[in-house]
């Protein structure tokens, strides 16, 4: 007699059907990058156990098009490719959908009204923690790829409760000779030699007056901290990793504490 595993119940359409508090994780825009916000959803939860973690689906698929190059004209638009990347999260039972990724936000909106679930803006999240860091009418640095500067991502965000945040940016020859090749460099993995451009970058928004920085590329944090910064330091994927869970933390359904005696 042959034995077949059970599969899971599915719901219409071949998707599983949803479960509350599972966040989908649009990934691969940088791989080292999504590894990366997987270890900061971990950080961000306050769990002791394995039970008590946020339900996590990722989909991490590198081969989405360069997000500066369509930015610039020079390449394919990512988007119908975010599409069925997500499409994987929601047929997994996503609930909300967050992308680690800064540039790729600059087709949010329309990827958000693809998918047909609620997604939390990694821009928002790194403003609203940038405002809670410094003072009123302190100035912000940003680092960030050319695309993302250039779009307005950042800049033309609003700030909640009306309040206005006071960017400094780099120069053009800071984005040219320092920022993007570093960028370049950590996606091919060249960690040791990205960080001192990357320092220098900070540095130098340092001493014109930043009081704190947000690193609004997702390469950035995996070589710049507010130690080698020498100023604090805003990470957005870490502000994003927490937005997603305390979504989750909310959505979940409350579980009584099982005994362990009860349990076995």
């Known amino acids: 007699m042959t034995h077949t595993t059970p599969r899971p119940a ?11 508090g599972i966040v989908g994780v649009l990934g691969g825009m940088g791989p080292l990058a999504t590894v990366d916000f997987m270890r900061k959803l ?7 156990t394995d039970q008590e973690h946020i339900p996590v689906v990722v989909s991490s698929i590198p081969q989405v098009p360069d997000r500066t190059a369509a930015f610039r004209g020079e390449g ?15 047929a997994a039972g996503a609930g909300v959908v967050v992308v680690p ?18 997604m939390i803006h990694l821009v928002d999240a790194a403003i609203e923690e940038a405002l809670a860091l410094v003072p009123e009418g302190g100035k912000v640095g940003l680092l960030a790829t050319d695309a993302t500067l250039a779009s307005g991502l950042y800049l ?5 409760q009306g309040r206005a945040v006071q960017w400094l940016l780099p120069t053009a020859g800071e984005m040219l000779e320092l920022i993007m090749p570093a960028i370049a460099e950590v996606k091919a993995g060249q960690l040791a030699m990205a960080a001192p451009r990357l320092t220098a970058a ?10 704190a920085l947000v690193l609004g590329c997702t390469e950035i944090p995996l070589v710049l901290d507010e130690q080698s910064a020498g100023l604090p330091v805003i990470d957005a994927t870490a502000a994003l990793a927490r937005r997603a869970v305390a979504w989750a933390r909310q959505t979940a359904p ?3 504490s099982v005994p362990v005696s009860q349990s076995l």
């Open 10 to 20: 599915r719901g219409e359409g071949g998707a599983l059907p949803a479960a509350p």
């Open 42 to 48: 971990l950080d961000a939860t306050p769990a002791a």
């Open 76 to 90: 394919e638009s990512p988007l119908a490719a975010m599409i069925v990347s997500g499409r994987r999260l929601a």
């Open 101 to 118: 990724c800064n540039t790729a936000h600059l087709w949010f909106d329309d990827l958000e009204q693809a998918l047909g679930l609620p």
């Open 156 to 160: 033309n965000r609003k700030a909640p």
């Open 202 to 211: 900070a540095q130098r928004l340092r001493a014109r007056g930043a009081r």
């Open 254 to 256: 409350r579980r009584e």
